[in-house]
């Protein structure tokens, strides 16, 4: 069964082993947008100057990013998975509930791209680069209720 969210492929589980998506219950998470062409994301503790590619879906209830990696499948996949997780000390996929976003705003991505900053209540940053960036800045406000604001 494939996820209705990231389109992972899942062996009879109850949640999405990739982003954490509630199989069982489909109806109760929908996927707005998506990204998954050109998509960058960084992070304080990820300073790369472009960013890691990435699949970014927003839902009603968070936005999620995927690592592109993380997608890949078999045995490269997998490989790839694990040594992401090492790397990083993580399961690798950003998932922000709407109630933890703290302001969303523009930003920069290294010294070439426009970036869609979210601000977590935690203290976490993180930069998404994505095609059609003013229909996700207002889906972004829009689900969290904030203004947006430009930096």
């Keep these: 069964m ?3 969210i990231c389109s992972y492929p899942n062996e009879q589980a109850s ?4 982003c954490g998506t509630d199989l069982a219950n489909p109806n109760t ?5 998506e990204s998954i062409h050109g998509a960058l994301y960084s992070t304080v503790e990820k300073t790369m100057v472009a960013g890691w590619d990435a699949f970014i879906y927003l839902t ?4 999620i990013i995927v690592p592109a990696k993380l997608k890949g499948s078999g045995l490269d996949g997998m490989l790839a998975a694990a040594i992401y997780n090492k790397m990083t000390s993580k399961a690798g996929v950003i998932s922000i ?3 933890h976003i703290k302001a969303v705003r523009d930003g920069k991505m290294g010294l ?9 209540t935690d203290g976490e940053v ?7 960036r003013d229909e996700w800045k207002a889906a972004l406000a829009s689900a969290t209720g904030q203004a947006y604001n430009i930096i």
């Design 97 to 99: 509930p709407f109630e």
């Design 112 to 120: 070439l791209f426009k970036a869609i900053v979210v601000d977590t």
């Design 29 to 33: 998470e929908t996927k707005h947008l």
């Design 60 to 63: 009603n209830k968070r936005l």
């Design 2 to 4: 494939k996820c209705h």
């Design 126 to 132: 993180v930069k998404i680069k994505v095609s059609k």
């Design 15 to 18: 949640f999405c082993a990739l």
